[in-house]
């Protein structure tokens, strides 16, 4: 029975969505990360024409989702248990495997120990259950951020997370690939070198490079002074330039301007990426910043959404946490 992980673009029968819960983390940014999760789940049930599954991960959780979201056509809000909001992460993939789709499982260690929180590890075979099929459990540690696919058996990674000895230790290029056509039917792996600087999650793939459709891939192209990401950001794109699918299409690559140096309130650079969106059936939704709006990436980004409508929506306070909106959604496939 042939297995692929379908494209993100390809049509969905559920988008999940993970709500800020815990006010011992996220702290004084809580309640902007809670309006600005609302604001993207609104925008997912309006113009993503999707059916949000609003994932709470306690009873105070939920009490706010209630309160900002309640009745809202098109969200489902989902009473369930977990660490953080990073379903991307800990939730299962879902993959097409003959004529229906099942729910496939990793092991989760908080992105090679750096934040391990109770229920995580559970988070997967909850959003199985919900949706109604087993969980494919695998005995690898993995998170769905690390992948990007292309629907025909193509992955975009990095080497600096899925080889890193804080996930798999002594995991080779060769044996990564092999777990990954096993577990999700993966029939060619595209290694990039090294994510954004200060990513906790050492260089997810969703921070750098995706796939917006067949044999065609996004990456950033520095902007303004001081991007502490220049070199990455060509390195991906001349690596991607050289590749090709696993039909063996070459890729065409297409640069994005970055959002250029976003810093904290304690002026330190984060992570901030436009290539966090999150393709949705109806709407292509763009993380955007205070310190930079981010027009001129959604402008090129409609280039290559000519069906969707293109939102920016702001994610400064939800970068707090560390990542953005792909990081805190997943995508159930119809």
Known sequence: MSLVVPAEWA?????????????????????????????????LAGPGAEQVRLMTGSPAGEADARRLLDGVAGIEIVAGAFGDIWLRDTGPIFAREGEGFSARGFGFNGWGGKYVYPHDETVAGQIAAHAGLPLAANGFILEGGALDHDGFGTVLT???????????????????????????????TLWLGDGLQNDHTDGHVDNLARFVAPGVVVCPVA???????????????????????????????????????????????????????????????????AQRPGEMAMEALKTVFPGREVIGLPSTAILTGGGSFHCITQQEPA
């Open 223 to 289: 902007y303004g002074r001081g991007d502490p990401n220049m070199d990455a950001y060509d390195d991906a794109a001349r690596r991607l330039s050289g590749m090709a699918d696993a039909r063996g299409e070459r890729l065409k690559v297409v640069r994005i301007p970055s959002p250029g140096w976003i810093e904290n309130a304690e002026g330190d650079y984060v992570p901030a990426s436009h290539m966090n969106f999150i393709i949705a059936n109806g709407a292509v939704i763009v993380p955007t910043y």
């Open 11 to 43: 049509p969905h029968r559920a988008m999940w969505l993970g709500f800020p819960s815990h006010g011992e983390l996220w702290g004084d940014d809580l309640a902007q990360a809670q309006t600005e999760v609302a604001d993207l789940a609104r925008a």
């Open 158 to 188: 990095t080497g600096q997370c899925l080889l890193n000895p804080n996930r798999n230790p002594g995991w080779s290029a060769e044996a990564a690939e092999a777990a990954l056509s096993e577990a999700l039917g993966v029939r060619k």
